[in-house]
């Protein structure tokens, strides 16, 4: 399974942005609809996706953990360092997995993003700490042989008042015996705003992961069908795409309901979440999850009621074929991927970049993580 956990806010316009006292005021807001919209029933709904499909890996992205810090001593000190936990997304899934019994651990995460901004909290200034990473679960009876994970190389930086912020991307690999084979699976999360660096990841990603085993890559790749599709072209030239291979005909939109994850209606337009594969993975079944209404959850008074995600979820099933040769079961080359006879049938982090380059004065009108093409 591939899932975007989402941090459920909404992203505000930034156009007025001009000032460290305009990002202290629209950082508060985004920490009020923290706290208005809760984690907790969002990450019970995503729990009972994976209660239902029972995957034995789940490559994670967006696994948000918040902290803050009162009164701010942003003025003094504006490396990351604030430490009282608000939100831990990856704590909560895990909280809401266990309440049903599920045992899966948490094999991997990679710290990708980690940046802090002071904000506008009740009626005082506090720092809010953003750490954004990418995780692996897996089930607990699942031999792990290895893991591993890294920061992309291509980035962006923004400066505000001399000061730089790196907005960095990653991923992070486990390698796992299944059906009597060795196989990494990775998680990640390419840049949603800049191309050029979006393809960067991607190329970086292609280069790093093995070619002597089965590899499986879930991910939001902010790239695909209906979207701009540079990147997912040249991945594809590396992997096969699960939905590609057993549904060519589906759209099987994932992306974006409404940042605040409150519309009534789904609004996915496009397919930038996927499962990728190569090396003697055979895929055999693919589904999306928290794509249709009747997915949503109400929070404790019943008077909102939310999308689990703005993205829907991709499960994807394989079969394992330990005497294929690996380097001999990729794509050749070419990214225009073909069915074969099997055939059946703006997070947080955006909302904080775009504030850092609003008050450079720099152009950030990009819908974060949902941008399409730039």
């Known amino acids: 399974m591939t899932r975007n956990l989402a941090a459920g806010v909404e992203l505000f316009d930034l156009d007025g942005a001009s000032s460290l006292a305009d990002v202290q005021q629209t950082a508060g807001q985004l920490f009020a609809d923290l706290r208005r919209y809760p984690v907790a029933p969002r990450a019970e709904a995503i729990a009972a996706e994976i209660d239902a499909t029972s995957p034995d890996v789940v490559g994670l992205q967006e696994a948000m953990l918040v902290r803050t810090r009162r009164p701010s001593n942003f003025q003094n000190n504006p490396s990351p360092s604030a430490s009282d936990v608000v939100v831990d997304f990856l704590d909560a899934l895990s909280t809401a997995l266990a309440e049903r019994g599920l045992e899966y651990e948490v094999a991997t995460s990679q710290v990708t993003t980690d940046i802090e901004v002071p904000a506008d909290v009740d009626e005082e200034t506090i720092d809010v700490r953003l750490t954004d990473r990418v995780a692996v679960l897996v089930q607990a009876d699942t031999e792990i042989l290895g893991t591993g994970g890294d920061t992309f190389e291509a980035a962006r930086s923004v400066s505000v008042g001399?000061?730089?912020?790196?907005?960095?991307?990653?991923?992070?690999?486990?390698?796992?015996?299944?059906?009597?084979?060795?196989?990494?699976?990775?998680?990640?999360?390419?840049?949603?705003?800049?191309?050029?660096?979006?393809?960067?990841?991607?190329?970086?990603?292609?280069?790093?992961?093995?070619?002597?085993?089965?590899?499986?890559?879930?991910?939001?790749?902010?790239?695909?069908?209906?979207?701009?599709?540079?990147?997912?072209?040249?991945?594809?030239?590396?992997?096969?795409?699960?939905?590609?291979?057993?549904?060519?005909?589906?759209?099987?939109?994932?992306?974006?309901?409404?940042?605040?994850?409150?519309?009534?209606?789904?609004?996915?337009?496009?397919?930038?979440?996927?499962?990728?594969?190569?090396?003697?993975?055979?895929?055999?079944?693919?589904?999306?999850?928290?794509?249709?209404t009747d997915d949503r959850v109400s929070l404790d008074d019943e008077s909102v009621t939310l999308w689990p995600s703005d993205h829907a979820g991709v499960v994807a099933t394989f079969e394992i074929d330990p005497t294929v040769d690996p380097e001999q079961t990729a794509p050749s080359g070419s990214s225009e991927q073909e069915s074969d006879d099997r055939l059946t049938g703006f997070g947080i982090v955006g909302t904080i970049t775009a504030l850092l380059l609003a008050v450079l004065g720099r152009s950030s009108r990009g819908d974060g993580d949902h941008e399409t093409d730039d």
């Open 162 to 292: 001399g000061l730089t912020a790196d907005i960095n991307r990653g991923y992070c690999t486990v390698d796992v015996s299944l059906d009597d084979a060795d196989v990494t699976v990775a998680s990640t999360h390419l840049e949603p705003s800049e191309a050029s660096s979006r393809r960067g990841q991607a190329g970086e990603l292609v280069e790093v992961l093995p070619t002597d085993r089965p590899v499986v890559l879930a991910g939001d790749f902010n790239s695909g069908p209906g979207a701009e599709t540079a990147t997912y072209e040249l991945l594809t030239e590396s992997f096969w795409d699960a939905h590609t291979t057993l549904r060519p005909t589906a759209d099987g939109y994932t992306c974006c309901q409404e940042d605040d994850l409150t519309n009534d209606e789904s609004q996915l337009s496009r397919r930038v979440d996927a499962v990728l594969y190569r090396g003697g993975a055979d895929p055999t079944a693919i589904e999306r999850v928290g794509a249709a």
